[in-house]
């Protein structure tokens, strides 16, 4: 009995190890219950609610063949963190350090100014199937707390990291990846507005906070970070951001 259990704990042991550098990923212990609660408290009928739009949504048409890219999305962002956690350390932390800070700052805002949207379809006269799925979607995810997008700001943080890893580069088949990233890409962040589930100012918000948070996180957290591989019995921690881990002048 004493022999299983130890084998076993030595198992347990190995396989926490392999997977000690994903301790980043516990901030969704964080972001889901903020955003449920945002979800319960600042709902359509919520009366200081402010209602995002643009003249430009009112022109740009309703597709529900778009519901593809949007749904690909709950697919793409997960790839991206498993191909960096796999294949580049240092880059899986700044894929998180971009992701979660955006996130946070998306909830924070959509916390002190509660937003929401009348643009969704109440009459589709079209039945198939993408129909359905986008009709699910409007049923399962209320038009609420939709500025920024995060939707868009994911999106566009996922697909930097990608194509600036190191281990995209010197290969026609990763180059034929990051084309294929970048359509995507594209037509995820169309999806937000054709599917009328976010304005142009959503998705324009989203536009910004990632390319703001690219030159943080990419320009200065991250600028001279090094995150060798640790070797066995290494006690010494990876040091996520720049200023933790400054070497001293010579």
Same mark, same amino acid.
């Given at each position: 009995m004493k022999h299983q259990t130890g084998a076993i704990r030595k198992r347990l042991k190995k396989e926490l190890k392999k997977y000690r550098y994903a301790w980043p990923l516990l901030?969704?212990?964080?972001?889901?219950?903020?955003?449920?609660?945002?979800?319960?408290?600042?709902?359509?009928?919520?009366?200081?609610?402010?209602?995002?739009h643009h003249a430009l949504d009112d022109i740009i048409p309703f597709?529900?063949?778009?519901?593809?890219?949007y749904l690909l999305w709950f697919l793409y962002i997960p790839a991206i963190f498993v191909f960096l956690y796999y294949h580049s350390k240092n880059e899986?932390?700044?894929?998180?350090?971009?992701?979660?800070?955006?996130?946070?700052?998306?909830?924070?805002?959509c916390t002190v100014y509660p937003n929401g949207?009348?643009?969704?379809?109440e009459?589709?006269?079209?039945?198939?199937i993408f129909v359905k799925m986008t009709q699910f979607i409007y049923t399962n995810?209320?038009?609420?707390? +939709?500025?920024?997008?995060? %939707?868009?700001?994911?999106? !566009? =943080?996922?697909?930097?990291? #990608?194509?600036?890893?190191?281990?995209?580069?010197?290969?026609n088949t990763r180059k034929y990846i990051k084309i294929i990233s970048g359509f995507l890409a594209v037509l995820i962040c169309l999806s937000? +507005?054709?599917?009328?589930? %976010?304005?142009?100012?959503? !998705? =324009?918000?989203?536009?910004? #906070?990632?390319?703001?948070?690219y030159f943080i996180v990419f320009h200065w957290w991250f600028k001279n970070v090094d995150f060798p591989a640790p070797k066995a019995g290494d006690p010494k921690k990876h040091q996520v951001l720049f200023f933790?881990?400054?070497?001293?002048?010579?």
């Open positions: 901030y969704v212990f964080i972001y889901m219950p903020w955003f449920i609660l945002l979800e319960k408290h600042y709902t359509a009928d919520y009366a200081g609610l402010h209602i995002i597709n529900e063949w778009f519901i593809v890219p899986f932390y700044r894929l998180c350090a971009y992701e979660f800070t955006g996130m946070t700052i998306a909830l924070f805002i949207l009348h643009l969704r379809m009459e589709i006269h079209r039945h198939n995810d209320t038009p609420t707390n +939709v500025f920024p997008s995060i %939707h868009v700001f994911a999106t !566009l =943080a996922a697909h930097l990291c #990608l194509v600036k890893s190191p281990h995209m580069k010197n290969s937000t +507005v054709l599917l009328k589930q %976010h304005s142009v100012i959503d !998705l =324009a918000g989203g536009v910004i #906070l990632a390319v703001i948070l933790l881990n400054k070497r001293p002048r010579q």
